[in-house]
């Protein structure tokens, strides 16, 4: 069974920096590509950020210069560095990764979402 759990959540001013992590434990071969999404209330979930087994990385136009997405594959962690955080990056949180199980197969998991609030 494979989970994924987030951690570092909270309350943050708006201008504050914040960090998220997200471990993959389990049974498992490798983890792909990793990925943060956030859901505001009343809005669709929308990709922030993501990166691929080789460090590529890619982010929301609404992020880019403020957040910064990295991995440790010896822990089989994503972080997600937030800095200069506004009152619009309040949402729940959810990290998502590629992991290939011990029989080859490739499934996607998501973690249980972290709400990170921006707010004076």
């Known amino acids: 069974q494979v989970q994924l759990v987030e951690s570092g959540g909270g309350l943050v001013q708006p201008g504050g920096s914040h960090r998220l992590s997200c471990a993959a434990s389990?049974?498992?071969?490798?983890?792909?590509?990793w990925g943060w999404y956030r859901q505001a209330p009343g809005k669709s979930r929308e990709t922030v950020a993501t990166i691929t087994s080789g460090g590529g990385t890619l982010y929301l136009d609404a992020v880019k210069g403020r957040f910064t997405i990295s991995r440790d594959n010896a822990k089989n962690t994503v972080y997600l560095q937030m800095d200069s955080l506004k009152p619009g990056d309040t949402a729940v949180y959810y990290c998502?990764?590629?992991?290939?199980?011990?029989?080859?197969?490739?499934?996607?998991?998501w973690g249980q979402g972290i709400q990170v609030t921006v707010s004076s």
């Open positions: 998502n990764a590629e992991i290939a199980v011990r029989n080859g197969n490739v499934y996607d998991y």
């Open positions: 389990g049974t498992f071969a490798t983890v792909y590509n």
